[in-house]
């Protein structure tokens, strides 16, 4: 088994999830993704590995993780539609 870093950025935490970059962001305004510490102004989100690849093996923490995404895009489209 691979030594993956103690503490990753938002990037790495994609990667080890499978998912694109801006849905990491969405995660992480959901609060289904919690950085490790206090946030600094202009500092990195750092994310403890042992929590992601925990959370990366809950069947119940993926059924939040899909049902954020949609909800996200639905009030997306939801927005386009009332624009027009």
């Given amino acids: 088994?691979?030594?993956?870093?103690a503490l990753i950025?938002?990037?790495q935490v994609?990667?080890?999830?499978?998912?694109k970059l801006?849905?990491?962001d969405i995660l992480v305004q959901k609060r289904?993704?919690?950085?490790?510490?206090?946030?600094?102004?202009r500092k990195a989100r750092?994310?403890?590995?042992?929590?992601?690849?925990?959370?990366a093996d809950d069947l119940e923490w993926l059924a939040k993780v899909k049902d954020a995404f949609s909800l996200y895009w639905e009030k997306?489209?939801?927005?386009?539609d009332l624009a027009q």
């Fill in 1 to 5: 088994m691979p030594r993956y870093p």
């Fill in 9 to 11: 950025d938002l990037q």
């Fill in 14 to 19: 994609c990667w080890l999830l499978g998912i």
């Fill in 22 to 24: 801006h849905q990491g």
């Fill in 32 to 41: 289904l993704l919690v950085p490790v510490g206090k946030r600094r102004i």
């Fill in 46 to 55: 750092l994310f403890a590995t042992a929590y992601v690849l925990e959370l």
């Fill in 76 to 80: 997306i489209n939801a927005n386009k």
